[in-house]
């Protein structure tokens, strides 16, 4: 599975900007999260969903800020990000765990199986 992020760009704080995640095959039994790394430090969980049920877990820092959702049938998921402030610059990945239906979510990156490229937010103040 080939994992494409696209969507960022910049803007100014209080923003918000729509990452996508196309995957090249279908990935209806994946489930897919959402990571960031920002210059200088390690990359970091922000979200995941589950394939089947669309369960969805965050990290606080974005808990209430950013939305993520999937369609199966675009075999594509999105991240909705709102009200973006400066520490939210970063170069955001998506990744996809081969999963079964007793698959928990999880927030280690060692736990994915295909990442994407990413794509860079920066939030201006």
């Known amino acids: 599975v080939q994992l494409q992020a696209s969507g960022g760009g910049s803007v100014q704080a209080g923003g918000s900007l729509r990452l996508s995640c196309v995957a090249s095959?279908?990935?209806?039994?994946?489930?897919m999260g959402w990571f960031r790394q920002a210059p200088g430090k390690e990359r970091e969980f922000l979200g995941a969903?589950?394939?089947?049920?669309?369960?969805?877990d965050y990290e606080d820092s974005v808990r209430g800020r950013f939305t993520i959702s999937r369609d199966n049938t675009e075999n594509t998921m999105y991240l909705q990000m709102n009200s973006l402030q400066p520490e939210d610059t970063a170069v955001y990945y998506c990744?996809?765990?081969?999963?079964?239906?007793?698959?928990?979510?999880?927030?280690?990156?060692?736990?994915?199986?295909?990442w994407g490229r990413g794509t860079q937010v920066t939030v201006s103040s």
């Open positions: 990744a996809a765990r081969a999963s079964s239906r007793r698959t928990p979510i999880s927030r280690l990156r060692s736990h994915y199986d295909f």
């Open positions: 969903i589950t394939w089947r049920e669309g369960n969805t």
């Open positions: 095959a279908i990935f209806s039994q994946y489930h």
